[in-house]
């Protein structure tokens, strides 16, 4: 079974600075989808940015962009110019493409706090 | 607003009641996902319906069932409550199954055993 780990429980950064979330998971699937969603304190997860792993592009959504790589089965989570809104914790989460039978697998989470 | 609706969106209820809570999906979406959350844990899978069969099972306890309505909305029924059941329960639906752009999530069902 995939399983995803989070080894930052928590972290902070200032205001305006850039955080790294690192993210590792284990598969046995050359082809798969990988996830960051946000959940800030009004409890809404929110999908943060997608990957396929068959794509080598690592994919950006304005501040956040994603280091993907492959051969290490890592997939971390990268915030610049970081926003008070930023707070919030944050689940990598991995899906087979075959999906009917493997939802989404979610890591423990970060715990991300934006400092002023 | 996300589109999946979930009620009530907190609940308090004693030990060894039973409870159900709704969730009505995205318009167009067929496929429903319940999430349990526990403090300070990530989302556990419970359960998976696609068009009003069960498609998934997770690790989802005896005590807990589910069903999803032809009108695609879905229920989960959590009977002979634990204090331990307390939890964030999360809805989530995407179009297809193994649709793989991501879920849509509710906003949770906040449950509360005393």
């Known amino acids: 079974a995939q399983t995803v780990t989070q080894s930052q429980p928590e972290m902070s950064v200032q205001e305006a600075e850039t955080v790294t979330l690192s993210c590792t998971y284990d598969?046995?699937?050359?082809?798969?989808?990988l996830f960051w969603y946000k959940q800030p304190p009004s409890r809404q997860m929110i999908l943060v940015i997608r990957?396929?792993?068959?794509?080598?592009q690592n994919a950006t959504e304005n501040r956040f962009s994603v280091n993907f790589q492959k051969a290490a089965k890592s997939f971390s989570l990268k915030i610049s110019d970081s926003q008070l809104g930023d707070t919030a914790m944050y689940f990598c989460?991995?899906?087979?493409?075959?999906?009917?039978?493997?939802?989404?697998?979610f890591g423990k989470g970060t715990r991300l706090s934006v400092i002023a | 607003d996300s589109g999946v609706t979930q009620t009530p969106k907190h609940l308090i209820t004693a030990t060894g009641q039973r409870v159900t809570l709704r969730c009505s999906p995205r318009?167009?979406?067929?496929?429903v996902y319940w999430y349990q959350q526990s403090l300070d844990q990530g989302l556990q899978f419970l359960i998976q319906?696609?068009?009003?069969?069960?498609?998934a099972k997770g690790n989802i306890l005896e005590r807990f069932s589910a069903q999803q309505f032809p009108d695609l909305h879905s229920e989960l029924n959590l009977s002979s409550l634990e204090l331990g059941d307390s939890a964030l329960y999360f809805c989530?639906?995407?179009?297809?199954?193994?649709?793989?752009?991501?879920?849509?999530f509710g906003s949770g069902t906040r449950l509360t055993v005393v």
């Open positions: 989530a639906s995407s179009v297809a199954v193994g649709q793989n752009y991501g879920y849509t």
């Open positions: 598969t046995s699937e050359s082809n798969y989808y």
């Open positions: 990957q396929e792993a068959y794509k080598q």
């Open positions: 989460a991995f899906m087979s493409p075959r999906g009917g039978n493997t939802p989404l697998v």
């Open positions: 318009s167009g979406d067929l496929s």
């Open positions: 319906y696609y068009n009003g069969e069960e498609r």
